[in-house]
Nanobody, 124 residues
Framework: QARLVESGGGLVQAGGSLRLSCAAS????????MGWFRQAPGKERECVAA????????FYADSVKGRFAISRDNAKNTVYLQMNNLKPEDTAVYYC?????????????????WGQGTQVTVSS
């Protein structure tokens, strides 16, 4: 079992920035990819960014390209999501997830482990 703990959410004005962190512990040796998902009220959970646990491959949703950046620190078993130029439509609960599948999965059911979520609210 792997355990994921997110931090860094909060309230920010439009145009501001936040950095989310996701610390992984436990049986992380099987993890192949890490993803950041978000879910707004009444909407489906969507992948905004994902990264391979090794290598440089990444994925970004079109809605966040050029504004969000995913990175990892393998020494700390931590993945980050730097969010810049935030917009009100970015408001959601953000979840960190760890997947075992090959490649860069982008669907929620392709991820095995999930964090508890952290609220991000962007005011206009």
């Amino acid at each position: 079992q792997a355990r994921l703990v997110e931090s860094g959410g909060g309230l920010v004005q439009a145009g501001g920035s936040l950095r989310l962190s996701c610390a992984a512990s436990g049986s992380i040796f099987r993890i192949n990819a890490m993803g950041w998902f978000r879910q707004a009220p009444g909407k489906e959970r969507e992948c905004v960014a994902a990264i391979r646990w090794t290598g440089t491959s990444t994925f970004y949703a079109d809605s966040v390209k050029g504004r969000f950046a995913i990175s990892r620190d393998n020494a700390k078993n931590t993945v980050y999501l730097q969010m810049n130029n935030l917009k009100p439509e970015d408001t959601a609960v953000y979840y960190c997830a760890a997947g075992l599948a090959v490649g860069i999965p982008v669907k929620p059911d392709e991820y095995r482990y999930w964090g508890q979520g952290t609220q991000v609210t962007v005011s206009s």
